[in-house]
């Protein structure tokens, strides 16, 4: 019997929407450039680096062996001799300088001596060791013999210099691996994965030209107003420059996802006829750390070279969070200094450049304050869902190029899809497409709209059959939801009942507000959780059982009520004060025993609606008999047909 309540996006709990905000688009690129004239892309073949970094350390290494080794050529390598030929030499006068540590003596000739046992071959420099048991008075006869006693090495050891080199050559290899690291990184970055691999070359980015314009962007003129002034200035930069204006370095698009914070994005640049760079902020996320961060810096470049020219980052959320908040998973660092690189270049912009950058987010409320300083992004413009007129102007713009039949009203249609933003009402007009399409028909029917609206709104059916008693079940469940839709005063009205198993539900009530609403009364929210338990109430009142079905209605019901004491005032134990963060621990706001309140509260309140839903069913047992009977025949009812079940009278107005 499980079943959603399916309201709008609009609905008061943090709607979780099923629309992923992850990117959707192809992560082969670091980023798209549109609107560049062909041959403006640097897409030179480049030499792989880290060989010429390899080649480099090596090179250095053969130049000082060289060195050492030509060092000791030039001093002479000296003969190691005994001691016994030493003292003879020394007897015979014939020694000019020696150098003693020890008992080690190093020394040199004044004349070449033959050495002894190799007639054909002489030496001048020598070492030699004293025996440890030599009483002779060599001191003596060295000045007897006016010998220099030297106080440093006669003889450069040999390879002294080379083994030092040698003790520092894993240094060295560490630095010169980190070197090779860096570029190897700097390369991904422009590259992609095929660079990060080493044999790669950047990828060419195929230039096209942004078509889209405001034209194509519909029922946000008000959005569309404020960043006309920056279409304004990329159009001629100079006028704002002679004037010594800076123009907004950049702009926050903030809004639900679908909004058309990316089409906005596009249109700036396609009014303006700039080139458009476009970047997931996800894509900058990357297993190295460091790659991020170079990628920045080669989109900026990139832009400046071609400027005026718009920079567009999507998802800035996903790197933008304020430090310290929740933070999605991995790319810890890794986006704290993309994010700081996003921040450094910015500084660095002198405000003339004609680089304007624009970012996109539907958490605005989590993000860094670095951000949002002047100088950065010190512009914000949160785009809403659209409104009734905005709704039927953002269809008409779809429906251009899908001919419509003569039945299909989309001022109706706009009346019945409250919160629903521009991504749903397009898609909307694309399911119709598809299904007169596959009927083969070359029109747009009425139903091919009714029937897309109820897929998207309510899931699609799914084919299986559902056993008597389920069906029973479930009849009374959706009947309970529709009716405690009907009756209570203020609620919105209800659109749909069905009990055909869609997803994981099944069954659905759905209901939408009469007009576009923007807040909530405590009245209408108590309303909406009476309603939410009323599928678990006629179940038990009427059959006596508690179900699993009753799920996902536990859910809402729950997260309305904690909204309610928690974060809108809403209870008077509690008090108007905000006790649970939209994220994060509420027990960083709030003391343990006013969160016990706000348990208490919840409880409560849900208790209060539970009660009041079995007493309103009970009451209206006849209603809640007639709804039932008719979704059993019928298995879906709409609107005007569940208020007749339920002998309700009711003007549709849709
Ligand atoms: N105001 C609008 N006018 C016309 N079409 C719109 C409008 N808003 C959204 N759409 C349609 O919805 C599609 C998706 O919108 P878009 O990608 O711009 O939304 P978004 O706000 O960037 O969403 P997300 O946060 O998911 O990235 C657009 O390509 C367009 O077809
Ligand atoms: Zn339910």
Known sequence: MSDQDKRPREQPPADQDDRSNGSQRPADQPWRTEGLPPGKQGDKPRRPRWLRWVAFVAGGYLVLFLLTTMQDQMAGSAETVSYTEFSAQVQKGNVSEIFARGDTIQGQLK?????????DSKYTKFTTERPTFANDDLYGALQKAGTTVKATPVVQQRGALWNLLISFAPILLLVGFYIWLFRRQQRAAGGGLSGLLGGGQKKPVDPQTVRTTFADVAGIDEVEDEISEIVDYLKDPDKYRRLGARAPK?????????????????????????PFFSAAASEFIEAIVGVGASRVRQLFSEARKVAPAIIFIDEIDTIGRARGGARSFGGHDEGEQTLNQILTEMDGFSGTEGVVVLAATNRADVLDAALLRPGRFDRTITVHAPDQKGREAILRVHARGKP?????????????TPGMTGADLANLLNEAALAAARDGRS????????????????????????????????????????LLGMIQVGADPVRKVSIIPRGRALGVTLSTPEMDRYGYD??????????????????????????????????????????????????????PVSVLPVDG??????????????????????????????????????????????????????????????????????
């Open 111 to 119: 004349n070449e001596a033959p050495v002894p046992g190799k007639s």
């Open 522 to 575: 405590a009245e209408y929210l108590r309303g909406r959780i009476i309603g939410a338990l009323g599928g678990m109430a006629a179940e038990q009142e009427i059959l006596g059982v508690v179900t699993t079905g009753a799920e996902s209605d536990l859910q809402t019901a729950t997260q309305i009520a904690r909204s309610m004491v928690g974060r809108w005032g809403m209870s008077a134990a509690v008090g």
């Open 250 to 274: 950049g702009v926050l698009l903030s809004g639900a996802p679908g909004t058309g914070k990316t089409l906005l994005a596009r249109a700036t640049a396609g009014e303006a006829g700039v």
């Open 443 to 482: 029109e747009i029917r009425r139903r091919d709209l009714t029937d897309a609206l109820e897929k998207i709104q309510l899931g699609t059916a799914r084919n299986v059959v559902m056993p008597e008693e389920e069906r029973r079940r479930t009849a009374y469940h959706e009947g309970g939801h529709a």
């Open 404 to 416: 419509l039949a003569a039945d299909v009203d989309l001022t109706a249609v706009s009346k019945s």
């Open 585 to 654: 621990d509420p027990r960083a706001f709030a003391s343990d025993s006013l969160l016990n309140t706000v348990d208490d509260e919840v409880r409560r309140l849900i208790d209060e609606c539970y009660q009041e839903a079995r007493r309103l069913l009970r009451d209206n047992r006849d209603r809640l008999e007639g709804i039932a009977e008719q979704l059993l025949r019928h298995e879906t009812l709409d609107e005007a047909d569940a208020y007749a079940a339920a002998g309700i009278p009711h003007d549709a107005r849709t």
